[in-house]
Structures are given as structure tokens and as C-alpha cells.
């Protein structure tokens, strides 16, 4: 049985064979030998879509690598737009087709299919050789097409898609941008404006920076410069006007009253801004008919930015008055006229030390306060022109010098960095920048003229820019007071009123430590002053004009394995929120910090924190009269 089921199923397998190869001669279809009428060629640089017998079209040209738009206007295109029509022609599905010439027998004709003449013809090519498909109408029955192949010879029915895709409105086939260019790429800038474009403001890249190169050689706001930038290169054109650019007079574009030309490498973009855009209820517009350059075509753009543009020069100019990093300062020089100048110099630990002159030992060296240091070159890197008139005069005579009071000034700064300002990379060479301080500006109240020597530019700063700048070493000495080694411990506090010598704190006896002394404590292992006071340690200390002797002493008793260490600190009485303190081995009087001061009184007067009531008045509070 196995047997004759195998025989007949063999017998049919070899049937099959024969039919395949000796019978079934059949090649492609009909639909599939049509296919290559319809397809458009892989290198196709033309495409233009018009009516039957229409002057108006829309015309599409690869230039380079990129396709624009020739007709109606010349015009960059979506290049999203222009593929999305490849695709839908050389992608046809194609439902069936039938000859032309088999249309007289069925007593039909061109018309019939809409094709004589065709709705729309889809001509396409490379070079010089064109082709065209004639799209005729809908089918009566489903969502297709009719269109004429080619040659001619043909009609195929193709899903609509194709119409749909050749129907969209021309603002959507052309980019409405109106650069080409990104941020990164520009090298230059500059705009013109006025009616003769004689005002120029060009801005050129520096290492990651700006500089403005006219109308004076200064630096830019980089980050004020990348935004404004980057909005221009962001503009889109709202609408097209006209293609012909023969009467520009209407527009204003015969004079342009602004021209922004951006650069890079490899182009040379231009864009030209003519008049206000007319309002309907005569209000301002902030719409402006434009052009580019190498174009024709007219179109209105919307900048909103336009008080940025005409005041360029002033709104993106780097308001900081020093060009180099003063972060990375090696040297700060402080001087007043008639006076020994302060300096302060770093050292390769990155420690600072204040060289003074002894009338004895000559240059001598002190350990600087890092952290005030720090915050004084912080200070000057934030020191910048008053917004909006801060920039006094760009060429000052030796007059104007004088009147602001800087031909001699009276106060200077002088900073020593390898870095220019906004630069990474270090100079080969150190370079040094004094500020000199002038007079006070009579048209900015609370302000005062400077300049950087050896630059033309004359600045207004806010004067309290220079309240905590003097050229007193106390501003800028050690301020660390105390400093436990890592192998020493505390081995007792006591705290001592010197009027009575009543002891207040002892921390060997219990009975007088209470719960703010570890905050003491803490303090005391790593103490700082607020500041020093240009009063030299002695019995008293000077309290409101008045000298008044110490308060109380307290001694801080350490152990180490090496040796025992005993600092002694003298204390005023409180006023207010400030405690004077004193130091026979600093040999200086010192205003300790807040963080010493609470821990302090609360020890002192053994203050004990209430709750605040509720409701801290009776209802009643008199009694109601008899």
C-alpha cells in the first residue's frame, strides 16, 4: 500500500516538472514589462509639475547637493518634499493596465481617462533628457488613479497617493529657512545699517570667542553673541512676496536698512531687510519684506530682535573690564598713590603669600588667606560696565582722561595671568593688566569711572564694587587662628572672667559644661577670623571708640605625642553681634565669626531657649475698673 502511494506521488512531482519547463512559457506580466514607464531614473536632477498648456508651474532643480526650487520663484526646497515625490513615481504599485491602442475597439478614448489632455503632467529627467507622465482622473471604483506611461502606450491605474503627493501647497515644497549655515561653522559676522550701510559692526570668532573687529577692535559677550546668533540663523520666511526684484523701491530693499552677511569656511551668506510690513490698524509691525542677496525673490520675514540688531555694538560687547582669567592669577598688585603697593603672590603649592617691605629686613613674606584671596580675584572677574551706560569712551583725549580722573589715577589694581579671558589655552608669557580707579561718574549716582592701562576704553562701575579692596595687608593675611595637628587632642577648655577670675568653663569639671560646648569644641579645632583689626594686641581693646580691658581669657590646652601646647585668647564683651577676640602670639585684635560667637554666648550666659507661647497676652491683660 506504502508502495503505490509513493509510485503516485512521484509520478505527479515529475508531471509537474514537465509543465513547468516544457509548457508554462509564459514570461512576465503585462503590469510588470509597464513598470520601467513609469519609474523615474535613480539620478533624476529635474522635476516640474504643471497643468496641460499652463506658463505657471512648479519646477524643482538639483543644484550641487541640493535641490531648489526655479519656478514660481527660486527658492531652496524641502528636501523632505522632493523625496517624498521620488518615492511615490518610482515606487508606483500598480493596480493593472491596458494599450492605448486597444481604446478605439472598446469605443473609449484619452479623454475618457482624463489624459487628453492629462489633469496634471509630471515631467522628470537628468541632464538634458526629459520624460513625462500624463496623470489623468480617479477611478470610479477605489482610491486610484489613471495615468498615461511614458511612451504613451499605456494606461496604468496607481494608488492616488502619487496625486497627493504632487498637490501639496508650494509652501510646503520650499524650506522656509533662510540660512543654510549653524553656529558652530560661522567664523564672521557683520551687519549694516543705516540707508549709505557706512555703520558696520563686524564680529569675528577668536578660540571659542568673539571679538568685534569694527567698528572697534573689542571683545564680545560670547554667550549674548551665540544666542542673538543663533536666533538670526533661525529665521524663516513667513510668506513670499514677488520673484522680481526689478522694483525694490516699494519694499525698501533699493536701500536696505539692515544687511546681516554671515561667513564661514566654505559660503558667504547675505541677508538684506527693506521696510516694515504695512498693519491693517497702522500699529507698529515687527514683519519686514526682505531678500537675500543672490536671490530675487522677495519675502517677508518677522524679527522681533530688532533693537538688538541696531544696538549690537553696545548690548553684545563683553561688559568685563579685565581680559584675562583672574582666577588663574599668579600675582595681584594693590597700591594707592603716596604708598607702598601690597602684593600677593602665589606659590607652586597653590598657597598665597603677601610681600611687604620692612624699613629693616627689606621684602619680607607672610602667609596669605587663600579663601579671601580667592574671593577678591572672584570680585574683579565679576567687575564689569553698568548695563547700558557703562561703555563711557571708547577714544578718550588726555583731557577726557583727566576729567575722569584717571591721567594720574589715585588707586590701581594690577593682575598677572597666563590665560586671556574665555581661552583654555595658556599664553606663553605672563600678562598683566592694571585696573586704574578714577572719579566718581556725576551721571550714574553710586558709580565711578576705570580703564585698564594701556587700553583706550573708559568704563562705569558701581563704586561698591571696591569697598572690601584696600591695600592693607590685614585684609589678605592668614586668617586661621587655630589649627589642632592630626596628632594632638584637646585636654581642656576653660573659659575665665577676668574681672572676678570666676570660672565659667571648665571642661575637666562637669558641672560647668553644658550642651553647646562640643559646638565650642568644634570651633575651636579649626578657628578662623572674620577679620583683622588694625589694632596691635595689648591689655584692652578699643569698644566703641572707648578702651575697655578684655572680658574673659580662654585657654585651649592640647597633648601630642611630641609636646603640650597651651593657646591663650583673649575676649571682649559682647556688642551686639560682635565679638572681638585677641591673640599675644598673633600679636593682632580679630572680630571672630558668627559660627564662633553662638556657641560662645550660649556657654557664657548658659542661655536656656523657651518655647514662645502660644498666646503670649491674656485675653483681659487690666483688670476692668471697679
Known amino acids: 500500500m506504502r508502495l503505490k502511494i509513493t509510485l503516485t506521488l512521484l509520478v505527479i512531482f515529475l508531471g509537474l516538472l514537465v509543465y513547468i519547463f516544457y509548457i508554462d512559457t509564459s514570461g512576465p506580466s503585462h503590469e510588470d514589462e509597464q513598470i520601467a514607464d513609469v519609474i523615474a531614473p535613480p539620478d533624476v536632477s529635474y522635476i516640474r509639475f504643471a497643468k496641460p498648456g499652463s506658463s505657471t508651474g512648479t519646477t524643482l532643480e538639483k543644484q550641487g547637493q541640493r535641490w531648489m526650487l526655479t519656478e514660481p520663484f527660486l527658492w531652496p526646497a524641502n528636501e523632505y518634499a522632493v523625496e517624498r515625490i521620488l518615492s511615490q513615481v518610482r515606487f508606483l504599485d500598480i493596480e493593472t493596465s491596458f494599450e492605448v491602442d486597444l481604446l478605439a475597439q472598446a469605443k473609449a478614448s484619452l479623454s475618457d481617462y482624463g489624459l487628453a489632455p492629462a489633469d496634471l503632467n509630471l515631467e522628470f529627467g537628468a541632464g538634458d533628457e526629459r520624460s513625462v507622465i500624463g496623470i489623468g482622473k480617479a477611478t470610479d471604483i477605489g482610491d486610484n488613479l489613471y495615468i498615461l506611461s511614458v511612451d504613451r502606450k499605456y494606461i496604468h491605474v496607481v494608488d492616488r497617493s502619487l496625486l497627493d503627493s504632487l498637490s501639496i501647497n508650494i509652501e510646503q515644497i520650499r524650506d522656509p529657512r533662510i540660512f543654510t549655515s549653524n553656529v558652530f561653522e560661522v567664523t564672521s559676522w557683520n551687519l549694516q545699517r543705516d540707508e549709505e550701510n557706512t555703520v558696520r559692526t563686524r564680529i569675528a570668532r577668536r578660540g571659542d570667542g568673539w571679538n568685534f573687529e569694527t567698528p572697534i577692535r573689542a571683545r564680545a559677550d560670547t554667550p549674548s553673541v551665540n544666542t542673538l546668533l543663533n536666533r538670526i540663523l533661525s529665521l524663516d520666511t513667513k510668506s513670499i512676496v514677488t520673484n522680481d526684484a526689478d522694483e525694490l523701491s516699494p519694499y525698501g530693499l533699493q536701500t536696505p536698512e539692515l544687511r546681516i552677511a554671515i561667513e564661514t569656511e566654505q559660503t558667504r551668506e547675505v541677508l538684506e531687510i527693506g521696510s516694515p510690513v504695512p498693519t491693517q490698524d497702522g500699529s507698529p509691525s515687527i514683519q519686514r519684506y526682505a531678500k537675500r542677496e543672490d536671490r530675487p525673490t522677495i519675502f517677508q520675514i518677522e524679527v522681533e530682535f530688532q533693537d538688538l540688531l541696531a544696538n549690537a555694538q553696545t548690548k553684545l560687547r563683553d561688559r568685563h573690564i579685565f581680559g584675562i582669567e583672574t582666577a588663574e592669577a599668579t600675582s595681584v598688585a594693590i597700591a594707592q598713590i603716596d604708598e607702598e603697593p601690597l602684593t600677593l603672590q602665589k606659590l607652586e603649592t597653590g598657597d598665597w603669600e603677601i610681600l611687604l617691605r620692612d624699613p629693616e629686613r627689606g621684602i619680607v613674606s607672610v602667609p596669605g588667606d587663600k579663601p579671601a584671596i580667592e574671593e577678591l580675584l572672584a570680585l574683579l572677574d565679576n567687575l564689569?560696565?553698568?548695563?547700558?551706560?557703562?561703555?563711557?569712551?571708547?577714544?578718550?583725549?588726555?583731557?577726557?582722561?583727566?576729567?575722569?580722573?584717571?591721567?594720574?589715577?589715585?588707586?590701581?589694581?594690577?593682575?598677572?595671568?597666563?590665560?586671556?579671558?574665555?581661552?583654555?589655552?595658556?599664553?606663553?608669557?605672563?600678562?598683566?593688566?592694571?585696573?586704574?580707579?578714577?572719579?566718581?561718574?556725576?551721571?550714574?549716582?553710586?558709580?565711578?569711572?576705570?580703564?585698564?592701562?594701556?587700553?583706550?576704553?573708559?568704563?562705569?562701575?558701581?563704586?561698591?564694587?571696591?569697598?572690601?579692596?584696600?591695600?592693607?595687608?590685614?585684609?589678605?593675611?592668614?586668617?586661621?587662628?587655630?589649627?589642632?595637628?592630626?596628632?594632638?587632642?584637646?585636654?581642656?577648655?576653660?573659659?575665665?572672667?577676668?574681672?572676678?577670675?570666676?570660672?565659667?568653663?571648665?571642661?575637666?569639671?562637669?558641672?560647668?559644661?553644658?550642651?553647646?560646648?562640643?559646638?565650642?569644641?568644634?570651633?575651636?579645632?579649626?578657628?578662623?577670623?572674620?577679620?583683622?583689626?588694625?589694632?596691635?594686641?595689648?591689655?584692652?581693646?578699643?569698644?566703641?571708640?572707648?578702651?575697655?580691658?578684655?572680658?574673659?581669657?580662654?585657654?585651649?590646652?592640647?597633648?601630642?605625642?611630641?609636646?603640650?601646647?597651651?593657646?591663650?585668647?583673649?575676649?571682649?564683651?559682647?556688642?551686639?553681634?560682635?565679638?572681638?577676640?585677641?591673640?599675644?602670639?598673633?600679636?593682632?585684635?580679630?572680630?571672630?565669626?558668627?559660627?564662633?560667637?553662638?556657641?560662645?554666648?550660649?556657654?557664657?550666659?548658659?542661655?536656656?531657649?523657651r518655647p514662645i507661647p502660644e498666646q503670649p497676652f491674656a485675653d483681659d491683660p487690666l483688670p476692668e475698673a471697679e
Open 384 to 609: 564689569k560696565a553698568i548695563p547700558e551706560n557703562g561703555f563711557i569712551n571708547d577714544a578718550p583725549s588726555a583731557l577726557d582722561l583727566e576729567t575722569y580722573a584717571l591721567e594720574a589715577p589715585r588707586f590701581t589694581i594690577g593682575v598677572t595671568s597666563r590665560y586671556p579671558r574665555d581661552d583654555k589655552n595658556a599664553l606663553e608669557v605672563a600678562q598683566t593688566e592694571t585696573l586704574m580707579r578714577g572719579a566718581n561718574n556725576p551721571a550714574e549716582a553710586l558709580s565711578r569711572f576705570v580703564k585698564i592701562k594701556n587700553t583706550p576704553f573708559v568704563y562705569s562701575v558701581y563704586s561698591d564694587a571696591f569697598e572690601n579692596i584696600d591695600n592693607d595687608p590685614l585684609l589678605f593675611r592668614d586668617r586661621n587662628l587655630l589649627s589642632i595637628p592630626e596628632d594632638a587632642n584637646i585636654s581642656q577648655i576653660l573659659i575665665e572672667r577676668l574681672a572676678d577670675k570666676a570660672v565659667i568653663l571648665d571642661t575637666q569639671d562637669e558641672t560647668t559644661v553644658n550642651e553647646h560646648t562640643p559646638a565650642l569644641i568644634a570651633q575651636l579645632a579649626n578657628l578662623r577670623a572674620e577679620r583683622y583689626l588694625p589694632e596691635a594686641f595689648g591689655s584692652s581693646v578699643t569698644i566703641a571708640q572707648q578702651q575697655k580691658p578684655w572680658a574673659y581669657l580662654l585657654t585651649l590646652s592640647l597633648n601630642s605625642e611630641s609636646a603640650d601646647h597651651t593657646h591663650q585668647i583673649y575676649l571682649s564683651e559682647a556688642q551686639g553681634p560682635v565679638l572681638i577676640g585677641g591673640m599675644n602670639e598673633k600679636a593682632n585684635v580679630f572680630r571672630l565669626p558668627q559660627a564662633f560667637i553662638d556657641p560662645f554666648f550660649e556657654t557664657i550666659f548658659n542661655r536656656i531657649r
